[in-house]
């Protein structure tokens, strides 16, 4: 059974810098690969919105508002993905949540203070 569980989250001042990680398990190798990866973010009352996607060949794509302070990255022989947010403002708030293909993990909180 596949899983993805989000780390890292939690509270930061403005300005400061969060790494989150996704952590899998039960995806072999030939399956997890080939899948693009990426973490959403959602604002209560909100859609859940993308925040950054990265494809098998190391493509990736950003959201205007996080372009320039967030940096997407996989590590296909850890079968994990990684983001890490720089420069974070108030309005980064929210339950962020990484998607391996069509798999979502539980999302973790992260509050950024101003």
């Known amino acids: 059974q596949k899983h993805l569980v989000e780390s890292g989250g939690g509270l930061v001042q403005a300005g400061g810098s969060l790494k989150l990680s996704c952590i899998t398990s039960?995806?072999?190798?030939?399956?997890?690969?080939?899948?693009?990866l990426a973490w959403y973010r959602q604002i209560p009352g909100k859609e859940r919105d993308l925040v950054a996607s990265?494809?098998?060949?190391?493509?990736?794509n950003y959201a205007d508002s996080v372009k320039g302070r967030f940096t997407i990255s996989r590590d296909n022989a850890r079968k994990r993905h990684n983001l890490q947010m720089n420069s974070l403002k108030s309005e980064d708030t929210a339950v962020y949540y990484c998607?391996?293909?069509?798999?979502w993990g539980q999302g973790t909180q992260v509050t950024v203070s101003s």
């Open positions: 990265i494809t098998s060949s190391g493509t990736t």
């Open positions: 998607v391996v293909g069509t798999h």
């Open positions: 039960g995806f072999i190798t030939s399956v997890f690969n080939p899948l693009t």
